[in-house]
């Protein structure tokens, strides 16, 4: 306890050397009763306008600068010296504690949930290159199988060459995948050729 009783004595005293060091720099005076006459001032009117009153009314001719200074000064000295409130200290304590709440989101019910993964499903399906026709909701038609064998007997099978030829399409399996590309076997061919990706 006598500890904290001289740490801010010495505090003090540092804050008169201040002051009489401002004292000194802007009106040549260096007067250790002064400088603690003005601190004494100083912590009674905390407002700038109350502190210049307070100092013309005791004949102190001093600058806005200076009166500034000074209370500046004392002021600095003053929040160092308060005593700490417990709320203060836990502030100090737990800083993220003094933070506001921030407002919850709402929450999602399961089915908007569900609705938006079925509307992105139903997106991606779309994508799908011949999705519909392959899921049609229709029934079918009495006549789509005598127009299949219609079709099929137009096709002409070409047999497969021995090697492939380079920009043509081949069905294939691929065997394995590397870095740069992967293995295909072509279907109809015994080869397997590396495909560059």
Sequence with gaps: MADLHEIKHLEYLSLVSKVCTELENHLGI??????????????????FQEF????CENGADFTDTLIGSLLRL?????????????????K???PALCKPDAP???????????QVAA????????????????????PPSPHVGDNERNNNSRLVHRPLPDEPIVGHIYHGRISSVMQFGCFVQLEGLKLVSMMHL
């Design 74 to 90: 004392a002021q600095s000295h003053q929040a160092e010296v308060r005593p700490k409130s417990e709320a203060d200290k836990l």
């Design 104 to 114: 919850v989101p709402p929450r999602h019910t399961g089915e908007e949930d569900e």
């Design 119 to 138: 509307a992105a499903m139903k997106e991606l399906e779309m994508l799908m290159p011949n999705f519909w026709s392959r899921w049609s909701h229709r």
């Design 52 to 55: 210049k009153a307070v100092l």
């Design 92 to 94: 100090e304590k737990y």
């Design 30 to 47: 260096s007067e250790k009763v002064l400088a603690e006459f003005i601190i004494t001032l100083a912590e009674k009117h905390r407002t």
